[in-house]
Nanobody, 122 residues
């Protein structure tokens, strides 16, 4: 099992940047693919970005590609989501997720963090 804790959320102005972190503990982090999802009020949780265990392969939703960057440091058991050029529509609770089966764009990840709020002021 792996436990995930997100941090780094907060309030930012439109066009600003934030860096989210996802700290993993428990099982070996390197065994898991990792992803970020988000959920805005009244909307379904949606895939944002994913990264394979090695960090060499990444995936992005069309809405964030070119603005967000997912990465990981296995030696630190930590994943990241660098968010640039933030827009009001990026405002949501952001969750990190992990699964040993690899990256998927669906929400079938086995492990989830508690989420961190990102608020974008216009």
């Amino acid at each position: 099992q792996v436990q995930l804790v997100e941090s780094g959320g907060g309030l930012v102005q439109t066009g600003g940047s934030l860096r989210l972190s996802c700290a993993a503990s428990g099982d070996s982090f390197i065994a898991y693919a990792m992803a970020w999802f988000r959920q805005a009020p009244g909307k379904e949780r949606e895939f944002v970005a994913g990264i394979d265990w090695s960090g060499r392969t990444t995936y992005y939703s069309d809405s964030v590609r070119g603005r967000f960057t997912i990465s990981r440091e296995n030696a630190k058991n930590t994943g990241y989501l660098e968010m640039d050029s933030l827009k009001p529509e990026d405002e949501a609770i952001y969750y990190c997720a992990a699964d040993a089966r690899g990256v998927t764009l669906t929400s079938r990840y086995e492990y989830w963090g508690q989420g961190t709020q990102v608020t974008v002021s216009s």
